[in-house]
């Protein structure tokens, strides 16, 4: 039941980018496997990328796939989703899962 929190969503026209943050509320909690997933409205809700403990691997879903970038600071305990040319189809609320943990939920709307 460890809480974790996301940050840097907002709004960007299509072809623009932005950067979200997860970290778990108690940083000495680790993770070895962490992922970000994302839920448009009336959509279910799906995966986006994963990355292990190292950041040595990591795995996509074909639509993001050449655009978002996954990675991890091992140091910050933090995970970060790096999304470029971004698409109106890429709106939906954003979320951080580790393990059964999930954050609330963060809003990303990209404008045609």
């Known amino acids: 039941q460890v809480q974790l929190v996301e940050s840097g969503g907002g709004t960007v026209q299509a072809g623009g980018s932005l950067r979200l943050s997860c970290a778990p509320s108690e940083p000495i909690t680790w993770f070895n496997v962490m992922s970000w997933y994302r839920q448009a409205p009336g959509k279910e809700r799906e995966w986006v990328a994963t990355i292990t403990t190292s950041g040595g691997t990591t795995g996509y879903a074909d639509f993001v796939k050449g655009r978002f970038t996954i990675s991890r600071d091992v140091a910050k305990n933090t995970m970060t989703l790096q999304m470029n040319s971004l698409e109106f189809e890429d709106t939906g609320v954003y979320f951080c899962?580790?393990?059964?943990?999930w954050g609330q939920g963060i809003q990303v709307t990209v404008t045609a």
């Open positions: 899962k580790a393990l059964k943990n």
